[in-house]
């Protein structure tokens, strides 16, 4: 398809459990960018790709998230040992090049729930 | 103080008036400042950019920019209720390319 594609729709683990989400962003994107939106909330950023680096990683709530882009296309967050507090929807986004004025374009995300 | 703010609403607006929404953001640097609508379980859609101080019009919908008082707001002409749904503001600050959400202001559309 043309837009950002995110696998899987729904995710439900139990509490301790790894996870991963993939992201397929749109053919061409330079940037690739990961959001995570609590119930009515807006999106809070996580990470932010340009190409296969990974040039901001601020948002990552804590050492057991993770993610990589190893040939600048599709990416993978990874959450290790899961907590309740990460029940939220992963969303990502990408743009067609490495600016900020670049609107950001998203999937329909992935739902987690840490039971 | 956070970063971008928004009425959470809900707004109510009769179909056909004009429905008025608002944002302020805090970091004077910002250059980039997009609408963003989201219906319920779905992703956030862009509905507009703006870049500059003034009026974007884009067909139903005008974005306005201040950058002295640090305020956006998006009009949307002749409501429909197809139009109900959560309006995201959201701000890019130029030295990151990350956008900084609001909180959303949730519209309803009465028939």
């Known amino acids: 398809g043309a837009g950002v594609s995110q696998s899987p729709r729904y995710k439900v683990a139990k509490r301790g459990q790894d996870v991963a989400l993939r992201c397929d962003p749109i053919?061409?994107?330079?940037?690739l960018f990961w959001y995570q939106q609590a119930l009515g909330q807006g999106p809070e950023f996580l990470t932010y790709f340009q190409n296969e680096a990974q040039l901001d990683k601020s948002g990552l709530p804590s050492d057991r998230f993770f993610a990589e882009r190893p040939e600048g296309s599709v990416s993978t967050l990874k959450i290790q040992r899961t907590q309740q507090e990460d029940s939220a929807v992963y969303l990502c986004a990408s743009s067609f090049l490495g600016q900020g004025n670049q609107p950001q374009h998203f999937g329909d995300g992935t739902r987690l729930s840490i039971l | 103080q956070k970063e971008v703010e928004q009425n959470s609403g809900p707004l109510s607006v009769p179909e056909g008036a004009i429905a008025s929404l608002n944002c302020t953001y805090s970091d004077r640097g910002s250059q980039s400042f997009f609408w963003y609508r989201q219906y319920s379980g779905k992703s956030p859609e862009l509905i507009m950019s703006i870049y500059s101080n003034g009026d974007k019009e884009d067909g139903r919908f005008t974005a306005q920019l201040n950058k002295a008082s640090q305020y956006v707001s998006l009009l949307i002409r002749d409501s429909q209720p197809s139009d109900s749904a959560t309006y995201l503001c959201?701000?890019?600050?130029?030295?990151?390319?990350?956008?900084?959400f609001g909180t959303g202001t949730l519209l309803a559309v009465q028939p």
């Open positions: 959201a701000v890019n600050g130029g030295a990151t390319n990350k956008l900084i």
């Open positions: 053919s061409g994107h330079v940037s």
